[in-house]
């Protein structure tokens, strides 16, 4: 059961890094079509490059849940508490090399995502084996933490706030680009 387990996170692992990887481009592939920029990348704020983990992982998802989610009664808990770890990894990891160096590297931001990729399936698959947090009143606020998460990446593209996370170092605008 471990080593299915264990297949499906490397799996979804691959996945994300590779469906992130496209989606940082579509919305520009796409010419700017305002439907591709409810789930890609639009500009290069972090906010935008945390939604490059987070719309793939959205879709692992769902493919995941008709297939472990009875093996694993603790799938939607652990699923969004390892969202919520890789998440937050980006702006940790991205800040902290950032504030070291004063710049930054393509190949490190490259890195941060893959790490933060990396450590969110390895976190999953570790909290998936130990059969924690499987009470239904988890499995709900898991579901709707994953689907508020979902809302807020859509509704920050078209209105993000006014803060660090939201501004594009490129542009220096917040949000689609005029």
Request: charged content about 10%; aromatic content about 18%.
């Amino acid at each position: 059961m471990r080593r299915r387990l264990f297949w499906w996170e490397a799996g979804g692992f691959a996945a994300t890094a590779v469906l992130g990887t496209l989606l940082h481009f579509t919305y520009d592939w796409s010419g700017r079509w305002v439907v591709a920029a409810a789930f890609s990348a639009v500009n290069e704020s972090t906010w935008e490059h945390m939604k490059l983990l987070f719309v793939p992982l959205f879709l692992v998802t769902v493919v995941q849940v008709c297939f472990l989610g009875r093996t694993y009664a603790n799938f939607l808990a652990v699923r969004a508490s390892s969202a919520l770890v890789g998440l937050a990894l980006i702006p940790t990891l991205f800040y902290t090399y950032t504030g070291i160096l004063g710049y930054h590297l393509m190949w490190a931001d490259i890195a941060v995502f893959l790490l933060a990729d990396l450590g969110m399936f390895v976190l999953d698959f570790r909290l998936l084996s130990t059969g924690r947090r499987g009470a239904l009143w988890q499995q709900i606020a898991g579901l709707l933490v994953l689907w508020g998460l979902a809302f807020l990446f859509v509704w920050f593209t078209f209105r993000p706030p006014v803060l660090g996370l939201f501004l594009d170092p490129t542009t220096m605008r917040y949000g689609l680009p005029q």
